[in-house]
């Protein structure tokens, strides 16, 4: 089946260094979302790629969809403290769009 | 005040107890889903239902049931046949989108089984 794989699944940064998270899809995909989850906290959807190749912004953070549409990262530029939490990307499960697979997540910590 | 409420949030069982997690939201979204999170597991889905009075099962059901009698509700039962209930559950919701579903988590539910 599907799968969607994130690396790394731990990242440990000092704050204001740089921190990216990988995430690569088995088969291609029509959409991928981003989503964060702060310690203790629920998943929450930061941004959704459409387009082949599409950067987004926000502050900080920068999001790229692949030009093959299965891979995407997201880029945090010079960390703070409030950037920790889990972040997932997701894409839609084959066949459909009602179900998403999520990545296992990458666990980001920030030493002040 | 828009959104997915979960209850209760925190809950303890006993082994051979059958447990149902509470989930309602108004936000008027068809579809619904019901998540489980464990430590390095990422996100699983157990179930989900885009109408009313249908729902299908999603990676992990084994253990688990569902009902969807109403739009703005989803209960997740978590039977005794579930050999390892002790997790972090999360209910969503989404539009049914052709271009995607953004997902909209309630808070969780833990469930402790001892």
């Known amino acids: 089946g599907q799968q969607v794989m994130q690396i790394p699944q731990y990242q440990h940064v000092q704050e204001g260094e740089d921190f990216t998270t990988y995430c690569n899809s088995s088969t291609t995909l029509s959409n991928i979302q981003w989503y964060k989850q702060r310690p203790g906290g629920h998943p929450v959807f930061l941004i959704q790629l459409v387009k082949s190749g599409e950067v987004k912004k926000q502050k900080r953070l920068t999001f790229q969809f692949g030009e093959a549409k299965k891979n995407s990262s997201l880029h945090i530029t010079a960390t703070q403290t409030t950037d920790v939490g889990t972040y997932f990307c997701a894409g839609p499960r084959g066949g459909g769009s009602e179900k998403l697979v999520f990545g296992k997540g990458t666990k980001l910590t920030v030493n002040p | 005040d828009g959104g997915i409420t979960q209850s209760p949030k925190y809950l303890f069982r006993k082994e051979g107890q059958n447990v149902t997690l509470s989930c309602e939201q108004n936000?008027?979204?068809?579809?619904m889903y019901w998540y489980r999170q464990d430590p390095g597991q990422g996100l699983r889905l157990i179930y989900y239902s885009q109408i009313v009075n249908d729902f299908q099962k999603g990676d992990i059901a084994e253990g688990y049931s569902v009902s969807r009698e109403k739009k703005e509700s989803f209960p997740l039962t978590v039977t005794s046949a579930q050999k390892n209930p002790t997790a972090f559950y999360l209910c969503?919701?989404?539009?049914?989108?052709?271009?995607?579903?953004?997902?909209?988590f309630g808070e969780g539910s833990w469930l402790t089984v001892v």
């Open positions: 936000l008027n979204h068809d579809a």
């Open positions: 969503a919701s989404s539009t049914v989108l052709s271009s995607g579903n953004t997902i909209y």
